[in-house]
């Protein structure tokens, strides 16, 4: 289809935080080259990167916008660095992540589902695992009542259920679009977070103000997931943990607040035996220590947060997952 017959689309400014992507930032950005519906800008920050990635993206594709962020300020703050500086003219972000390659229509599906239902505010894309092509890498993220997040259908096989339009909790960042006023009126991503679980956040601050949130099946993209932290790392158990604490306290509203704390708690001593069990006790023990750190300044921002706060009760029980079992996603 000829770029003309986009031109009443709105712009797109696509973000790609990078650090040490290797030839996955290569792919991505290759990927990214090839899409049907160009974006209007292509942004990568760079959080210090040791490997010349970025510096070799930004020859090989002189398109490619490559910010120097001059130290590793992690997913965050790289995020919040790239909308600072993106295009005025475009009214949308793209977040894309170094290992996830977009299939040539992803970004065309998402801008149009937006201009088709504008009620939404953030569209999340159908991640499919990229090692094996035929299981889901996830369907949007899920926020249980006990504070507890994943990713739905993660590892499932792709059936018809799956490829439908559904309204979800929050898109995983590592692909989805988001409305770039209410991004900028949120100040974007708590970069306290650094990284994890701070686009179950942010697609909370979403919620809280009214914007929700549509899967869009046919935005594809093959996600290889934590290729470059690793999966169930130190690192990755740190601040997933610690942050999961920080968001249960700052986004779940009034009532509900008080009446999931129990649960809440119980969670993070079931996680507690759970990773000492598995050999990662001084690592989790210091993540939860590190959230009771922060509760201070957790409780400042949730009173901002809640007072803010447009969406009902009942608004947000009703996205909330109940089920007991994570299979049953």
């Known amino acids: 289809m000829p770029a003309t017959s986009f031109a009443h689309y709105p712009k797109v400014s696509v973000v790609i935080v990078n650090w040490n992507g290797g030839d996955l930032l290569t792919r991505c950005v290759a990927d990214l080259s090839l899409q049907t519906l160009p974006p209007h800008e292509v942004i990568i920050v760079d959080n210090a990167s040791s490997d010349g990635s970025a510096q070799a993206v930004g020859k090989q594709f002189p398109h490619v916008r490559v910010i120097e962020a001059g130290s590793n300020l992690g997913f965050a703050a790289g995020n919040n660095l790239a909308v600072r500086m993106a295009s005025p003219d475009s009214r949308w972000i793209a977040l894309l992540n170094p290992d996830a390659f977009p299939e040539p229509t ?53 059936t018809p259920e799956h490829q439908q339009r559904k309204e979800i909790f929050s898109t995983c960042a590592a692909a989805g679009l988001y409305r770039r006023d209410v991004f900028d009126a949120l100040g974007g991503f708590d970069e306290d977070y650094f990284c994890y679980v701070e686009d179950i956040d942010l697609g909370f601050r979403y919620q809280l103000l009214g914007h929700r949130c549509l899967y869009v099946p046919t935005s594809i993209v093959y996600h290889v997931g934590s290729a470059l932290t690793g999966k169930r790392s130190d690192f990755c158990v740190y601040y997933g943990h610690r942050n999961l604490v920080w968001t249960f ?30 050999g990662q006790g001084k690592v989790i023990l210091k993540a939860k220590r590190d959230a009771l750190l922060g509760l201070p300044g957790a409780w400042r921002k949730r009173q901002q947060i809640q007072s803010q706060r447009r969406a009902s009760l009942s608004d947000i029980w009703r996205l909330l997952n109940k089920n007991l079992s994570r299979s049953k996603n």
């Open 106 to 158: 992803w970004l065309q599906a998402l801008v149009e589902a937006a201009i088709q239902q504008p009620e939404f505010a953030i569209f999340g894309s159908c991640l499919v695992d990229a090692n094996t092509r035929n299981l889901l890498d996830g369907t949007g993220d899920v926020y249980h009542i006990s504070g507890l997040v994943w990713r739905e259908a993660h590892g499932q096989p792709i």
């Open 249 to 278: 306290v700052k986004d779940m509203p009034g009532l509900l607040f008080w009446l999931m704390l129990p649960l809440h708690l119980l969670l993070n001593l079931v996680t507690i035996a759970y990773f000492i069990k598995e």
